[in-house]
């Protein structure tokens, strides 16, 4: 099985369509990126920029310490994220454990929240050293309890020492398991990868996979979705773009705290990939203290001060 | 929440409230403000409006200026030790860092460019002359010149107007460290920062008469290069006037250095990181409007890569931000004169008459004051004017190769030498690439980084002598020979 005819499921095809790949420098990607972040986004462009962000969130709770309250919290906020006010969007989905699932589809529903997905981080979260069958069980069941994302790690080990057709068949199958029930996300870990060499080639080895989305980092290894690392992801979906014609989207994950940052990376996206990507259905953004600070910095546009941290609700 | 797919980011402007323009100005000599007899208006190419009315200085000036500078450099300045230099240059250039606000601001408003690049690449660069040639001025004797290196005396330095400031700092900072006195002339269009700096220069309590400013046009140039009084000559702009500069100091004893007119070579080989690649085209032609003599204006595209590069490029330059400069987000500003506009038309005209194709970036141009959008001609060949003649606006041509020989072939044949730009991933092509390549800078894979530690000048027409780094100091400095 393979995605768009461009790889024929054998190693040597593979490695030639990895080989086709330009190489990036590290020192004009850091450049480019560090120019973005010079935007200067202002009045209506920020409130724009603000309600959209919110729109892209994947309220994440990853925690040894997750218990069934805790993600029907979260659940809520993802549904109303500021209960006082109904015109603040709801976030894209909550990003959960795979045993915390059913908990968090069942609790949406009940609340009016069908429209905000769920997404499972599977694979043997975060390291992915598990055997296959145990991924595929991991899968199998994030999407028998109702998961509609699927965010699955790869194998970084196999990646770095060059077994690249192992990473590829890893993805493959999990796509499989995911069949039209849930989108595939898969992500690098790209603190891990280190080079955006690696992260360019990550890109295109996951998309011709059959990933929908590729996303950075676990939010458990530290770099994660640096401006620069993004920027290399947006031009990889971008160039794919131009092959194939899809649309493949991007998920920065870890590090994203605040207003400023978020709005960095929708300027990323606006300049690299285009305004085709800045909706939510291509671009999520993998955060949990960020929301009530893009929740802030909008009742401060509104109000024309900034309100105590009470005036927003903790998870 | 319904989905609008566009960003459209709003006016940021910079506030222009910080910056104090007086509607008249005089010169700078000996260490006062003097009222000029003529003038003439300066404006803001972004919009046409008057700025201010800028002295002519005429004989009497130039005569004035010249005798304050040699009575500072016989009084002063060559009797000071080099570590009392080098504390005023260290002064100016913290005041240059204090005051970097005012100064973005007067530079974008009298030159066009972007807030963006006046803010982070004109102001630090010229603090960071300042900052670098201070610590030079007491270690002259280990500049490898000799044990007693001496300087020349009075200083003539005519700069250009696409850096105003920076080639202010360029030419003033090493003069001073090495002990000479200077007689500077802005360009005609571009003489407000330099007036300012000469505020700087009071507030550091510079010694009377060690920098001097005179404004005005070609003809005041005119005079300071044939002043009797001067000893050096130092000038910035074009080949034609350094050509005239050359043959003026020819029978004379003064020395000159010169740096001109360039065409440079932007070389994209097939294994280039080819995002990068673009970025550093479009940065190479397009940053300060193309007004940049080391500009990459010619793209020299090996053909495997050519359509992938040229689609990238096209799709890149429709993300420029053109309009404002003095809103942040501004990427490409105004042209920075009408004569200057007018000579880019000529030559993009040229090109359209000969035969290459003409692209330019979607983009809303403003009704006032003179734009030109970010263009590329494609099918250039070496025998197309807008191959050959410097356009020096945001005008690309672009050439293809087959071979890395013949890429160097094409890169070498011009008339100009002052920089070239070289893209692959491969180390060992660059390096050969460079050693083929007679240009004074080149770049391996970015672009238009200068820095003050780093010597910069041209080949055959493109100049005499180097700015920057050790050999920049040595061409202020007697007794030594310098290229």
């Given at each position: 099985?393979?995605?768009?005819?461009?790889?024929?499921?054998?190693?040597?095809?593979?490695?030639?369509?990895?080989?086709?790949?330009?190489?990036?420098?590290?020192?004009?990607?850091?450049?480019?990126?560090?120019?973005?972040?010079?935007?200067?986004?202002?009045?209506?462009?920020?409130?724009?920029?603000?309600?959209?962000?919110?729109?892209?969130?994947?309220?994440?709770?990853?925690?040894?310490?997750?218990?069934p309250?805790?993600?029907?919290?979260?659940?809520?906020?993802?549904v109303?994220?500021?209960?006082?006010?109904?015109?603040?969007?709801?976030?894209?989905a909550?990003?959960?454990?795979?045993?915390?699932?059913?908990?968090?589809?069942?609790?949406?529903?009940?609340?009016?929240?069908?429209h905000?997905?769920?997404?499972?981080?599977?694979?043997?979260?975060?390291?992915?050293?598990?055997?296959?069958?145990?991924?595929?069980?991991?899968?199998?069941?994030?999407i028998?309890?109702?998961?509609?994302?699927?965010?699955?790690?790869?194998?970084?080990?196999?990646?770095?020492?060059g077994?690249?057709?192992?990473?590829?068949?890893?993805?493959?199958?999990?796509?499989?398991?995911?069949?039209?029930k849930?989108?595939?996300?898969?992500?690098?870990?790209?603190?891990?990868?280190?080079?955006?060499?690696?992260?360019?080639?990550?890109?295109?080895?996951?998309?011709?996979?059959?990933?929908?989305?590729?996303?950075?980092?676990?939010?458990?290894?530290a770099?994660?979705?640096?401006?620069?690392?993004?920027?290399?992801?947006?031009?990889?979906?971008?160039?794919?773009?131009?092959?194939?014609?899809?649309r493949?989207?991007?998920?920065?994950?870890?590090?994203?705290?605040?207003t400023?940052?978020?709005?960095?990376?929708l300027?990323?996206?606006?300049?690299?990939?285009g305004?085709?990507?800045?909706?939510?259905?291509?671009?999520?953004i993998?955060?949990?203290?960020?929301?009530?600070?893009?929740?802030?910095?909008?009742?401060?546009?509104?109000?024309?001060?900034?309100?105590?941290?009470?005036?927003?609700?903790?998870? | 929440m319904?989905?609008?797919?566009?960003?459209e980011?709003?006016?940021?402007?910079?506030?222009?409230?910080?910056?104090?323009?007086?509607?008249?100005?005089?010169?700078?000599i000996?260490?006062?403000?003097?009222?000029?007899t003529?003038?003439?208006?300066?404006?803001?190419?972004?919009?046409?409006?008057?700025?201010?009315?800028?002295?002519?200085?005429?004989?009497?000036?130039?005569?004035?200026?010249?005798?304050?500078?040699?009575?500072?450099?016989?009084?002063?300045?060559?009797?000071?030790?080099?570590?009392?230099?080098?504390?005023?240059?260290?002064?100016?250039?913290?005041?240059?860092?204090?005051?970097?606000?005012?100064?973005?601001?007067?530079?974008?408003?009298?030159?066009?460019?972007?807030?963006?690049?006046?803010?982070?690449?004109?102001?630090?660069?010229?603090?960071?002359?300042?900052?670098?040639?201070?610590?030079w001025?007491?270690?002259?004797?280990?500049?490898?010149?000799?044990?007693?290196?001496?300087?020349?005396?009075?200083?003539?330095?005519?700069?250009?107007?696409?850096?105003?400031?920076?080639?202010?700092?360029?030419?003033?900072?090493?003069?001073?460290?090495?002990?000479?006195?200077?007689v500077?002339?802005?360009?005609?269009?571009?003489?407000?920062?330099a007036?300012?700096?000469?505020?700087?220069?009071?507030?550091?309590?510079?010694?009377?008469?060690?920098?001097?400013?005179?404004?005005?046009?070609?003809?005041?140039?005119?005079?300071?290069?044939?002043?009797?009084?001067?000893?050096?000559?130092?000038?910035?702009?074009?080949?034609?006037?350094?050509?005239?500069?050359?043959?003026?100091?020819?029978?004379?004893?003064?020395?000159?250095?010169?740096?001109l007119?360039?065409?440079?070579?932007?070389?994209?080989?097939?294994?280039?990181?080819?995002?990068?690649?673009?970025?550093?085209?479009?940065?190479?032609?397009?940053?300060?409007?193309?007004?940049?003599?080391?500009?990459?204006?010619?793209?020299?595209?090996?053909?495997?890569?050519?359509?992938?590069?040229?689609?990238?490029?096209?799709?890149?330059?429709?993300a420029?931000?053109?309009?404002?400069?003095?809103?942040?987000?501004?990427?490409?500003?105004?042209?920075n004169?009408?004569?200057?506009l007018?000579?880019?038309?000529?030559?993009?005209?040229?090109?359209?008459?000969?035969?290459?194709?003409?692209?330019?970036?979607?983009?809303?141009?403003?009704?006032?004051?003179?734009?030109?959008?970010?263009?590329?001609?494609?099918?250039?060949?070496?025998?197309?004017?807008?191959?050959?003649?410097?356009?020096?606006?945001?005008?690309?041509?672009?050439?293809?190769?087959?071979?890395?020989?013949?890429?160097?072939?094409?890169?070498?044949?011009?008339?100009?030498?002052?920089?070239?730009?070289?893209?692959?991933?491969?180390?060992?092509?660059?390096?050969?690439?460079?050693?083929?390549?007679?240009?004074?800078?080149?770049?391996?894979?970015?672009?238009?980084?200068?820095?003050?530690?780093?010597?910069?000048?041209?080949?055959?027409?493109?100049?005499?002598?180097?700015?920057?780094?050790?050999?920049?100091?040595?061409?202020?400095?007697?007794?030594?020979?310098?290229?």
């Amino acid at each position: 099985m393979s995605y768009y005819g461009l790889v024929d499921g054998t190693e040597a095809s593979l490695k030639k369509y990895l080989a086709s790949l330009s190489g990036v420098d590290q020192v004009g990607a850091d450049a480019r990126a560090a120019m973005l972040a010079t935007r200067s986004i202002k009045a209506a462009s920020k409130r724009w920029a603000i309600d959209t962000a919110i729109s892209m969130v994947d309220l994440t709770t990853l925690e040894g310490a997750d218990t069934p309250g805790k993600v029907q919290a979260l659940c809520s906020k993802a549904v109303r994220p500021d209960p006082t006010d109904s015109s603040v969007p709801s976030v894209g989905a909550v990003c959960v454990y795979n045993d915390m699932v059913g908990i968090a589809r069942t609790h949406l529903d009940l609340i009016g929240g069908e429209h905000v997905g769920v997404a499972a981080v599977s694979t043997a979260f975060p390291s992915g050293r598990a055997s296959m069958p145990v991924k595929i069980q991991d899968t199998q069941d994030a999407i028998d309890a109702g998961a509609s994302e699927i965010d699955m790690v790869i194998d970084r080990g196999a990646f770095l020492s060059g077994r690249y057709i192992e990473v590829f068949d890893e993805i493959v199958k999990i796509r499989e398991v995911c069949g039209d029930k849930a989108h595939l996300k898969v992500i690098f870990e790209t603190g891990e990868l280190v080079t955006y060499d690696n992260v360019r080639k990550a890109s295109f080895l996951a998309m011709a996979a059959g990933a929908h989305f590729i996303k950075t980092s676990t939010g458990k290894v530290a770099p994660a979705a640096t401006a620069p690392v993004v920027l290399v992801m947006l031009e990889a979906v971008r160039d794919f773009y131009a092959m194939t014609k899809v649309r493949i989207g991007v998920k920065p994950a870890g590090g994203i705290r605040n207003t400023k940052d978020a709005i960095k990376q929708l300027v990323l996206v606006n300049e690299t990939a285009g305004p085709e990507w800045l909706k939510p259905s291509l671009f999520r953004i993998g955060a949990s203290a960020l929301l009530n600070d893009l929740l802030m910095q909008r009742m401060k546009m509104d109000d024309g001060y900034y309100a105590s941290p009470q005036y927003v609700t903790i998870d | 929440m319904e989905e609008k797919l566009s960003f459209e980011y709003a006016p940021a402007p910079e506030s222009r409230a910080i910056v104090s323009i007086k509607p008249k100005y005089g010169h700078f000599i000996g260490g006062k403000f003097v009222l000029g007899t003529k003038h003439f208006p300066t404006i803001n190419p972004a919009t046409e409006e008057v700025l201010s009315q800028i002295a002519l200085a005429g004989k009497a000036d130039v005569d004035a200026a010249v005798k304050a500078a040699r009575k500072a450099y016989t009084t002063t300045w060559s009797k000071m030790s080099g570590k009392e230099r080098g504390k005023y240059l260290f002064r100016i250039a913290r005041i240059m860092q204090e005051r970097s606000r005012e100064f973005a601001v007067l530079e974008t408003l009298d030159n066009g460019k972007p807030i963006r690049e006046s803010r982070d690449v004109d102001v630090p660069l010229a603090a960071a002359h300042f900052f670098y040639h201070a610590g030079w001025a007491d270690k002259l004797e280990y500049a490898g010149l000799g044990t007693t290196p001496k300087s020349h005396g009075v200083a003539g330095q005519i700069i250009p107007w696409n850096f105003p400031l920076l080639m202010l700092a360029w030419k003033v900072a090493p003069a001073l460290a090495a002990g000479n006195t200077v007689v500077l002339k802005p360009a005609e269009t571009t003489s407000l920062t330099a007036l300012l700096f000469a505020e700087v220069c009071q507030q550091a309590e510079l010694p009377a008469g060690v920098v001097n400013i005179v404004t005005g046009d070609g003809s005041t140039g005119a005079l300071i290069v044939n002043h009797p009084g001067i000893d050096k000559i130092a000038f910035t702009g074009s080949t034609e006037v350094g050509k005239l500069i050359a043959r003026a100091v020819a029978p004379t004893n003064k020395s000159v250095t010169l740096e001109l007119g360039g065409k440079a070579a932007n070389i994209i080989f097939e294994d280039a990181a080819i995002d990068e690649a673009v970025e550093g085209i479009v940065n190479g032609i397009f940053f300060n409007q193309g007004h940049v003599c080391c500009a990459g204006s010619r793209l020299i595209l090996q053909e495997s890569v050519a359509d992938e590069v040229l689609q990238k490029l096209k799709n890149r330059m429709a993300a420029i931000r053109v309009g404002d400069p003095m809103d942040k987000n501004t990427d490409l500003g105004a042209i920075n004169s009408k004569e200057q506009l007018l000579k880019i038309r000529e030559l993009s005209a040229a090109g359209d008459l000969e035969g290459a194709q003409r692209w330019s970036a979607p983009c809303d141009l403003p009704g006032k004051g003179f734009w030109f959008a970010p263009t590329i001609f494609t099918g250039v060949t070496q025998a197309h004017r807008i191959a050959r003649e410097e356009i020096f606006g945001p005008v690309l041509s672009v050439l293809t190769f087959r071979t890395p020989q013949e890429a160097i072939d094409k890169a070498n044949n011009t008339p100009f030498g002052l920089s070239a730009g070289i893209w692959s991933e491969k180390g060992s092509k660059v390096l050969w690439a460079t050693q083929q390549l007679r240009a004074g800078v080149i770049w391996a894979n970015t672009f238009n980084k200068f820095d003050p530690t780093s010597p910069f000048g041209g080949y055959k027409e493109s100049g005499w002598g180097r700015e920057g780094g050790r050999h920049g100091l040595s061409a202020y400095l007697k007794g030594v020979s310098h290229e």
